[in-house]
């Protein structure tokens, strides 16, 4: 059992149905990207993934790309109320979320016919192969308690961040989710950057604000191999209180590694061939593309997260 390490306010202020109603309201281009990001990154995966979804709140849009590639999923949160508001959708209840248009968006960039049918089918994929909602808390050594196996792939968007409160506790929540990743095994996240706080209904959130390089350089002390590192950004629109979304994913060492492997504080320069890493600053963020380094998008319509 899990023993709530933060403040347990958060878990009474953090409403699931508020949340997708702001942040979830139909595919937007952030969405779109994401998917896309996460289609690319698993497309070369194998089919038979036992994948962790870590803070995954109340979304299924991230279980929607990777259930063909996993073999089963679970899913993890630190708020009962999202794991419930899950359940409702894999229970079928007329009162769940709709993530059909996120399926469809899903099937799109995986260029896969996206028929009515396409999502229904896929979403009876995903009902079957999400067995677990679990609770987790990734402040702590062991996320999901002692008996934890570890994952072939584990998603974590829009959870690190949150779950933070310094760079240095980031660091300490990547060591943390990174206990769960097999050696050899994926981490994917997805970062708010320009914002230490982020906004959902009228509760206000705090949040660790990201530089690509300190990304980077997280994954490699949590144990990566840096030449599997992958980021991509997207600019947020002005209006919005944080200025772009970063994602990442990298594969574990297969053997931890002997030594920390750091650069220099401008190695976002002088390491950069070493990972690609992909800005965003044009339009036609819709095209479907085979790589992430040729996804161009801006942001017309952001929500806060
Ligand atoms: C901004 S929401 C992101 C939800 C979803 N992953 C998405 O991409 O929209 C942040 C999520 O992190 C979860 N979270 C916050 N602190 C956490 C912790 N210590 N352990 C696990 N999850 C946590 C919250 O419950 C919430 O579901």
Not at 122 to 143: N, S, Y
Not at 146 to 175: F, K, R, S
Request: hydrophobic share 40%; net charge negative.
């Amino acid at each position: 059992m899990i023993t709530p390490s933060i403040d347990s306010d958060y878990i009474a202020a953090f409403d699931p149905k508020t949340y997708l109603a702001e942040c979830y309201d139909g595919p937007d281009e952030e969405h779109i990207f994401n998917i896309q990001f996460l289609v690319e990154a698993v497309q070369s995966l194998p089919t038979d993934l036992m994948v962790l979804e870590v803070g995954g709140g109340p979304t299924l849009h991230s279980a929607a790309v990777v259930a063909p590639h996993a073999y089963e999923i679970h899913f993890c949160d630190y708020v009962p109320a999202n794991l419930a508001e899950v359940r409702r959708w894999l229970d079928g209840q007329p009162d769940a979320f709709d993530w059909r248009p996120f399926i469809q968006v899903a099937l799109l960039k995986a260029n896969l016919p996206a028929t009515p049918a396409a999502v229904a089918q896929r979403a009876a994929e995903m009902r079957r192969k999400l067995t677990q909602l679990l609770p987790c808390d990734v402040l702590r050594g062991a996320p999901l308690g002692d008996c934890a196996g570890q994952y072939d792939l584990v998603l974590a968007p829009h959870c690190t961040d949150v779950a933070a409160a310094t760079p240095a506790q980031w660091q300490q929540v990547m060591h943390n989710i990174t206990s769960l990743v097999k050696p050899g095994g994926w981490l994917f996240i997805a970062v708010t950057t320009g914002a230490t706080h982020n906004t959902v209904g009228a509760q206000v959130f705090p949040c660790v604000d990201l530089s690509a390089e300190a990304i980077y350089q997280g994954y490699l002390t949590a144990g990566y191999d840096p030449n599997t590192f992958q980021l991509a950004r997207i600019p947020a629109a002005a209006k919005y209180e944080f200025t772009g979304i970063a994602y990442a994913i990298a594969q574990k060492q297969p053997q931890p590694p002997t030594r920390t492997t750091l650069h220099s504080t401008n190695a976002i320069t002088s390491t950069r061939s070493t990972y690609s890493i992909t800005t965003l600053n044009s339009t036609n963020s819709t095209n479907s593309t085979n790589s992430i380094n040729s996804i161009n998008s801006t942001h017309s319509n952001r929500k806060t997260r």
